[in-house]
């Protein structure tokens, strides 16, 4: 049995980025936001724990947990947290 101790990505005041090898596991806190970016990759975020309003492109949606959503590569993208929330990102 191997056991090792999950490495941190990123941790500020919004919150917490684990890196989970190919996924990420974010943790955000209350009114904080995340990405507000774009990159050429496209991403999935798994929204298990939470509520969001998340903007991709010029749409604006409110989404609950459990919520899957794709994201395109280039398409702007932001995610406010309404909640405290979790995130798995792939």
Same mark, same amino acid.
């Given at each position: 049995?191997?056991?090792?101790?999950?490495?941190?990505?990123?941790? &500020?005041?919004?919150?917490?980025?684990?890196?989970?090898?190919?996924?990420?596991?974010?943790?955000?806190?209350?009114?904080?936001?995340?990405? &507000?970016? !774009?990159?050429?990759?496209?991403? !999935?975020?798994?929204?298990?724990?939470?509520?969001?309003?998340?903007?991709?492109?010029?749409?604006?949606?409110?989404? =609950?947990?459990?919520? =899957?959503?794709?994201?395109?590569?280039?398409?702007?993208?932001?995610?406010?947290?309404? !909640?405290?929330?979790?995130?798995?990102?792939?």
């Amino acid at each position: 049995m191997n056991i090792e101790k999950i490495k941190i990505t990123k941790e &500020d005041e919004r919150g917490i980025i684990y890196n989970c090898d190919t996924v990420g596991f974010i943790i955000r806190k209350k009114n904080t936001i995340s990405a &507000d970016h !774009t990159h050429n990759e496209a991403e !999935t975020l798994y929204l298990v724990q939470g509520e969001a309003e998340l903007t991709v492109e010029d749409e604006v949606v409110v989404i =609950k947990t459990p919520a =899957k959503v794709v994201i395109g590569s280039n398409a702007y993208h932001k995610l406010v947290a309404l !909640t405290d929330i979790m995130i798995v990102r792939s």
